[in-house]
């Protein structure tokens, strides 16, 4: 059950800079294929933005970012396979949120992918404010505003035909 998985043994935090190899191996699964010395520098530079969700100590999901003027840019975020769709990547965006506003920032940008991760945003708030057609080595064809999900949907389907470009996301 859902709930019974949640409440028990479940601690979501900053993540302990000893616990830097696990969430790079998740990061580097799911996410960035970032260098591990690179991950230690922006490890150091944001410590209050690198997320741990632990089952029973052992780290299931992981959230980061930076900070870019006055937004905090969520730059990744994901939970292991065999826990997915159970919640655990809203509480741990929940979290995320609350240590953005402890450093007083009120606005988190997010980048998003297609498939069933592009409703992961909408359905914890966000509203998406632009689409952005990318290629393989992800230039960007093409930026547009969008107001609203349904907008955006209706102007990938231009940017697709028009660009036909490896992805286009929100």
């Known amino acids: 059950d859902f709930m019974d998985f949640k409440a028990v043994n479940m601690e979501i935090k900053a993540l302990p800079k000893e616990d830097l190899n696990k969430f790079w191996k998740i990061q580097n699964e799911y996410l960035d294929k970032w260098d591990f010395d690179y991950l230690k520098k922006q490890y150091s530079k944001y410590p209050n933005l690198y997320i741990g969700c632990y089952k029973d100590r052992k780290l299931i999901g992981i959230a980061y970012g930076f900070i870019k003027g006055k937004i905090v840019v969520l730059q990744g975020i994901a939970v292991e396979y065999k826990v997915w769709r159970r919640g655990i990547g809203s509480s741990i965006l929940d979290f995320f949120e609350k240590q953005a506003k402890q450093i007083g920032k009120r606005t988190i940008g997010v980048g998003s992918a297609e498939g069933f991760v592009e409703n992961f945003y909408p359905n914890n708030g ?45």
Do not use: C, M, T, W
Not at 140 to 164: D, H, M
């Open 126 to 170: 966000y509203k998406p404010v632009e689409i952005q057609a990318k290629r393989e080595d992800h230039y960007i064809f093409a930026k547009e505003s969008v107001r609203g999900y349904k907008n955006g949907l209706e102007k990938r389907k231009k940017l697709k035909k028009k660009f036909n470009p490896k992805e286009v996301i929100f």
